[in-house]
Antibody, heavy 121, light 107 residues
């Protein structure tokens, strides 16, 4: 079964750091681009970041540039999101998602269940 | 950034109703649009890509249409499992952006 399981969420103070992880199983992880998408409480979906297959190229939404870093460990089938300088507006459920293998298709065909990040003092 | 605007934001309907949700892009995105369903407390699920192509396993009562800037998601006969939120997403350039969502409620 194709599966993505996020972990690492929690309560953190403003200015703090957190590292999210996403364990992939049931598919050849190293053959897929991967994404993080977040959803603030009661709000819509916001794309956060994308990383290529070997981890050498990443893209970010402007609001997290310079604060968040996406990475992956293909040997461990794991995706990460390192978050620094966290702000209240980063409070959200963070989803890990797999990009479709279709060429030019930057949409997500498999999603994890999410991990909750709360930034509050 | 490309802005995606969905309407309505909330829709009340009954089982068996035909439901249409609209998504408008702030610039031409050709057919590079996906639709997702999100049930409460669950992860999003891909329904449609390339504006009108049904993802494998998605019931045929779901359909998508449109190109350029105007798109629609139609549910031909609403089922109990379909009461959820729906989001459109363009995938032409980065940043990827989603519409604000449409919540389909029970009338």
């Amino acid at each position: 079964e194709v599966q993505l399981v996020e972990s690492g969420g929690g309560l953190v103070q403003p200015g703090g750091s957190l590292r999210l992880s996403c364990a992939a199983s049931g598919f050849s992880f190293s053959g897929y681009w991967m994404h993080w998408v977040r959803q603030a409480p009661g709000k819509g979906l916001v794309w956060v970041s994308r990383v290529n297959m070997d981890g050498g190229s990443a893209t970010y939404v402007d609001s997290v540039k310079g604060r968040f870093t996406i990475s992956r460990d293909n040997a461990k089938n794991t995706l990460h999101l390192q978050m620094h300088s966290l702000r209240a507006e980063d409070t959200a459920v963070y989803y890990c998602a797999r990009e479709t293998p279709m060429t030019g298709g930057f949409y997500m065909d498999v999603w994890g269940r999410g991990t909750t990040v709360t930034v509050s003092s | 950034d490309i802005q995606m605007t969905q309407s309505p934001s909330t829709l009340s309907a009954s089982v068996g109703d035909r439901v249409t949700i609209t998504c408008r892009a702030s610039q031409d995105i050709s057919i590079w649009l996906a639709w997702y369903q999100q049930r409460p407390g669950k992860a999003p699920k891909l329904l449609i890509y390339k504006a009108s192509t049904l993802e494998s396993g998605v019931p045929s009562r779901f359909s998508g249409s449109g190109s350029g800037t105007d798109f629609t998601l139609t549910i031909s006969s609403l089922q109990p499992d379909d009461f959820a939120s729906y989001y459109c997403q363009h995938y032409t350039v980065f940043p990827l952006t989603f519409g604000g969502g449409t919540k389909v409620e029970i009338k």
